[in-house]
């Protein structure tokens, strides 16, 4: 069965990041799993190019890895790695809230409760992918409204690591019924911002983005006791 659908867009590159980010969240491609441009592209009806430029900046952010004489490959989940992304976001978008705070007008703030309000709709339907889109635009209409180019750019760096692990947390919340956490985790955001409370809005969005990384670390280790310990009784049934 094919992992990848045709293209449909004219941005080929961003359509080949989300399929391979999508691919990976899904299991359909796993840490040390060879990612192979021929079929990439054959299955998604496009030129290699496209594919070539999508896996350079999947690896620049340590999303895939390259063995020399071998190829491309999905790179392991190193704990040490996701922690030290959730640390620099924490303080990345803390100073962004912290510099669009005075700046946002009631019509932002409307809008910013409006997405809210739609991921909590999400959640009730446990619709994951309609809520992390709507959380991706909730997080970058912040960023957008900072006013601080330099700091965008940043924030931008570690994109395609961020898409990756919030859809992993995103799952792992849906497969347990717990979206509502995540949407409830943005009020005290949006309470700082229409207070104007700049040092506030810092605070809680940069405890937001730690309780998330904690959040998505917790899932890792659980996940891989679960997977020890069904090949521990594998083992045991086997001898």
């Not at 790179?75 to 946002?104: K, M, Q, T, V, W």
């Not at 991921?119 to 957008?144: P, Y």
Request: with cysteine; glycine share 4%; net charge negative.
């Amino acid at each position: 069965m094919a992992v990848f659908k045709p293209a449909t867009s004219n941005l080929l590159h961003i359509e080949v990041i989300n399929a391979i980010i999508n691919a990976i969240v899904s299991g359909e491609l796993k840490p040390g799993d060879h990612i192979i441009e021929q079929h990439i592209a054959q299955e998604m009806q496009i030129s290699r190019a496209p594919v070539r430029e999508a896996i350079r900046e999947l690896a620049a952010q340590d999303i895939i890895q390259f063995i020399p004489r071998k190829g491309a490959y999905v790179a392991p989940l190193d704990p040490r790695n996701i922690e030290g992304i959730y640390l620099l976001r924490s303080y990345l978008e803390g100073l962004a809230a912290r510099l669009a705070a005075p700046r946002l007008t009631e019509t932002d703030l409307n809008e910013m409760y409006l997405l809210n309000y739609q991921m909590g709709e999400a959640s009730l339907k446990n619709n994951v992918d309609t809520f992390i889109n709507l959380d991706l635009q909730f997080h970058d209409f912040i960023c957008q409204h900072c006013e601080h180019s330099q700091l965008k750019k940043m924030i931008d760096g570690v994109q395609l690591q961020t898409k990756l692990f919030m859809n992993m947390s995103k799952w792992h919340l849906a497969a347990h019924s717990e979206l509502h956490r995540e949407m409830n985790a943005h009020e005290p955001i949006l309470e700082a911002l229409r207070a104007r409370n700049q040092e506030e809005a810092e605070m809680k969005m940069r405890e937001h983005i730690v309780m998330a990384g904690n959040r998505l670390l917790e899932y890792l280790v659980d996940n891989k006791s679960s997977k020890n310990s069904k090949k521990e009784d594998t083992e045991t049934v086997k001898n």
